[in-house]
């Protein structure tokens, strides 16, 4: 249903040039009767086929302004305008600019999103420990805290996230641009000939204008689609804080994976020269015709697999080098192996926060739940595009036949434009429903981020638990294989046990040394993992955008 708005004249008001049609609604307006008044509402209000609103606007009483009627939702609005634009006769153009002030409070608000997962009051296991929130600190390795503060200054993965945090954020000024009022400039000078006969007439003109359009966001459409790119800003900025979680956590366990190979390369060293003396010793008793030599070849094989370790270990030192270079920004081969990598005792375990607070401070949660409301800001500006469109356009424009005349005489007009889509083979309708189909994908994505980041806490919290445990049972194995290994070289030198008694007594405590080695890395781990888990976010210094070197980036064909 639509309501005109009748053409009238009154001693203070403008002619109108015809009438104005507008939907009558929940956010429309209405005639009263036997009045010069029109009733606007704006009611907050959220629907599933509708925009939200986001309040009631306040202006000025007056003449030309409007009242709120007590104990409602509704406005009046005095369509008695000055003098100024009854000489203009711009009625139509100065109702439309009028009723976006009105309409202004339909724009969409930001939605209260509920956490789609029954969260626990606690986790089982917890500590007393504080957890700064550059967390790797409290490992007080200066050698890793230098190189994590390097990466975050020069990793590219990082700096690709500024990137987009940058384009996310242009994008939301021109999305935002559209709730302003867009004013060109245009000039133009031209010479013309003519001849007549024998004579040639030269003319010169000259012309300069001003135009001005705007569309009124009566729907919270423009609005909607602000909205939506602030919180896709805010969503880029969290990911990028997730970023950062992430690379110093694989800056920390490549650090921690390389001291750990360091270790196993010192560990076989003094194995291989163990094995060299035994082996020494029972070629020495071989020759004496006291053991066979089968007893001499299996100490030769013992001998060269340890040295297969070792290659493979130094190998590892290698690959994580390579790893560790590319994740500080530099090339592989840039690092040397560092001379202070050790595998430090544990710090105090952190306190964990609650799941309620936990999901508050992970990064990757807050961003999910920032693409619930940004998704629902895009349905929102879908529904608002299936209503109709206001714009109004001004300009003035001046010419003259010299420059010094250019301001003498101006046309200026203003006009308002009105479109309702009315058939797109329902175009619209289907973007309707595209939205909140992406709207329930982030909303079940938010929750799977959610319980992801409960699993990840529970998990790196028993897994520490049970890599304490084994590290222990592998400190009982190593003593009880260090005793075994005693009783049998005895007992092998006294000639009541042949040498392969001794052969698997001293294979299997060389397997559980270099397996302790690695299940304290392991530890550590877990210890890294508990701490991406709950880790929030820090301040970091924005880097400058890059711009291409023409002369660094020029190919010579």
Known sequence: MNNKLPAYAGPDSPRS???????????????????????????????????RSTGSFDAPVGRYGFRKQRNTNSYTIKMKLPTFFSKLDLLPGCLILLMSCFFWGCSPKVTTVVSPVNLPEDFPATGNGMLPDKWWETFGDKTLNSYVERALGENFDLLIAWDRL??????????????????????QASRTREEMGNVANYYNRYNLGVSVSYELDLWGR????????LLDVQASR???????????????????????????????????????????????????GQISAADVLRQRQLLESSHGQLILAQEQIELLLHELSVLLGTAPGSLTQPQDAWLMDLPILPVVPVPSELIQRRPDVRSAFINVQAADQRVAQAIADQFPRISISAGAETSGMEVRDLFDNWLANIAGNLSQPIFDADRRAAEVDRTRAALSQAIHEYGRVILNSLQEVQDALTQERQQADYLLNLGKQLELSRKVLERTRESYIKGQLDYLRVLESLVSRQSLERNYIK??????????????????SWQMDRPEITTLDIKKSAVSN
């Not at 009611?43 to 509708?50: L, Q």
């Not at 242009?170 to 000039?187: C, F, Q, R």
């Not at 423009?222 to 790119?229: K, L, V, W, Y």
């Open 166 to 187: 940058a384009q996310t954020e242009a994008l939301a000024v021109k999305e935002g641009a559209a709730l302003w009022p867009e004013v060109n400039a245009s000039g």
């Open 17 to 51: 040039t015809g009438s104005f049609d507008a939907p009558v609604g929940r956010c429309g307006f209405r005639k009263k009767r036997n009045t010069n008044s029109y009733t606007i509402k704006l009611p907050a209000y959220s629907g599933p086929d509708s925009p």
């Open 519 to 536: 299940a304290k890395q392991q530890l550590i781990s877990r210890r890294i993992d508990l701490c991406q888990a709950i880790a929030g």
């Open 222 to 229: 423009i609005h909607a689609a602000h909205q939506g790119a």
């Open 238 to 288: 969290e990911d990028l804080d997730a970023t950062a979680i992430v690379l110093s956590a694989r800056i920390t366990q490549t650090w921690y994976q390389l001291a750990e190979a360091i270790a196993q390369v010192d560990l076989i060293d003094q194995q291989i020269e163990s094995n060299q003396k035994v082996l020494a010793l029972i070629t020495t008793r071989f020759r004496q």
